[in-house]
C-alpha cells in the first residue's frame, strides 16, 4: 500500500499557525488605536511624563483647587490622563478619571473632594467611597465619590488608619486625607500604573451605590469639577482650568 503522505497536514498547521499571527496583529492594531489614536494624544506623552515628571507643571493640578466656582475640590496633586467615557480597549469604556502624579506608591496624598459619609468595606483593599446624600448640582439626588488604587502591588493597603476595612458611614469633611495613591490592580505580576482613579458613582435608589465598574452607573464629573473631563469632549488635551483657580484651606503644605 502507499503510504499516506504527511504534507497536506503540515501545510494545514502552518496556515493554523499563520491565520493565528494575522488575528494577533490585527487585535494589536486595534487595541493599539483605540488607546493612542482618534486625539489621544495624553497617552503618547505619558513615557515622556513617567521618565520626567516636571515637564507637565504647567497641567500639573493641585489638591484642593476650584476652577471658578467648582462644587468639588480636585483631590490630589498630578496630571489627569484617563478621562470619562475613554475607551480602554475593546468594550471597555472608563467610568472615571485617571490623575498620575509621577511619584513613588504611597507618597502622593488623596484628599475627599466634597464632604459626605465614607464607608470602606471589609473586602477593600485600596477602596473608599463616600456617599454625599445632596449632589450639588441635583440638590435631590444622592450620589457617591469613588477613589481607588490607594495601596501596592503587593496589595499593602496605602488608606489612612483612620479608615480600616469595615468601615461604614464616617463622616468626612472637604480635605480629609483618605490615603495615598498607590498602583494596585489586584494581580502583583501585572500592576497598573501609580495613579488615582476617581469616579463619580449613581445612587441605586435604596440608599446603596451602583456597581463602579459599570459605565452607566456613573456620571460625568466635568461640571463637578469644572474642568473638560468628558473624553468625547476633549480627546487630546490635558483637562487645565481655563479661568479663576482658587483653594480651599486645608492646611497643606503643597
Known sequence: MKPISLKPKKRGCLLGILSAIVVIVISGYFIYKSFFSQGYGRWTDYPSFISDPEKFDAVMLKPGMHCDDSPFAFPTTGVIF?????????????????????????????????????TRESGWISTVIVRIPNDPLEPNRQIWTYYTHMADVEGNSFISDEF?????????????????????????????????????????GTGSFLNETLFKNTIDPSPYFNLTLNQNDNPGDFPVCESTITYEDWGLEE
Request: proline share 6%.
Open 164 to 204: 480600616p476595612k469595615g468601615t461604614y458611614e464616617v463622616f468626612v469633611e472637604s480635605g480629609t486625607l483618605l490615603g495615598y495613591m498607590g498602583n494596585y490592580s489586584g494581580d502583583p505580576l501585572n500592576p497598573t500604573g501609580l495613579h488615582l482613579h476617581f469616579s463619580i458613582v449613581k445612587d441605586d
Open 82 to 118: 484617563g478621562l470619562w467615557g475613554q475607551s480602554y480597549g475593546i468594550r471597555t469604556i472608563h467610568t472615571g478619571i485617571d490623575i498620575f502624579s509621577g511619584t513613588e506608591p504611597g507618597i502622593t496624598p488623596v484628599y475627599a473632594a466634597y464632604d459626605g459619609y465614607l
